[in-house]
């Protein structure tokens, strides 16, 4: 079945420790997201990718990094320079149509011991 | 920033209509406006969506002010699985239009 599959689905860091979510779609979406959410909060845009080899910081980019070298993949680095990262990751991809509906992973928890 | 604004929370009874309404003042001409909700721990869930006319699906309605500046999105029969947060945005083309932003959406009670 088509869809988007993240993992891992849960996730636990140490301090000073990288560590990279992946995100695959099998659905020939352009378009891929990265959102952040923190407990009885919305959704803050991270990063996010149009096409292949192109991505464009969000509204809170700093402490992470991605890559986008296939269009089904759009992995997501959480580095040390990220204050406080525990929080539950989204990624999502559409179509760039606006008209088009977006689709969501299952999401990632993340928690820093 | 958000480029739609919705109140926190609304409640319901189980059985009733529940109309969530979702203000978008500076919306251009070829936005689209999307619902999607959102149940504890998952991701969000397409609701529906549309341009300019009223739309109807088997989860719901959206009603669309002539203006376009308001939408409203009505669950004709509140269930408890309807509980959610519910979030309206817009979904533009075109350079910045890509980037998107989800405000803090409602949060919907429904009593049984």
């Known amino acids: 079945d088509g869809g988007i599959t993240q993992s891992p689905k849960y996730l636990f860091r140490k301090e000073g420790q990288n560590v990279t979510l992946s995100c695959e779609q099998n659905l020939n979406h352009d378009a891929m997201y990265w959102y952040r959410q923190d407990p009885g909060q919305g959704l803050r845009l991270i990063y996010y990718?149009?096409?292949?080899?192109?991505?464009q910081k969000g509204d809170i980019a700093e402490g992470y990094s991605v890559s986008r070298e296939k269009k089904e993949s759009f992995p997501l680095t959480v580095t040390s320079a990220q204050k406080n990262p525990t929080a539950f990751y989204l990624c999502a991809s559409s179509n760039r149509d606006p008209g088009y509906t977006i689709y969501f992973g299952e999401g990632s928890w993340l928690t820093v011991v | 920033d958000a480029k739609t604004t919705q109140p926190n929370s609304m409640e319901s009874n189980e059985e009733e209509p529940v109309h969530l309404p979702c203000n978008h003042s500076t919306i251009s001409g070829t936005d689209y406006i999307h619902w999607y909700r959102q149940l504890p721990s998952q991701g969000p869930e397409y609701v529906i969506h549309?341009?300019?006319s009223n739309v109807n699906n088997r989860m719901a309605s959206l009603a669309i002010a002539e203006d376009r500046k308001s939408s409203t999105l009505i669950l004709h029969r509140a269930t408890l699985r309807d509980a959610a947060v519910y979030y309206c945005i817009l979904r533009g083309s075109g350079g910045s239009n890509y980037k998107l932003t989800f405000g803090k959406g409602t949060l919907l009670t429904v009593n049984p």
């Open positions: 549309g341009l300019t």
């Open positions: 990718s149009q096409i292949v080899n192109d991505f």
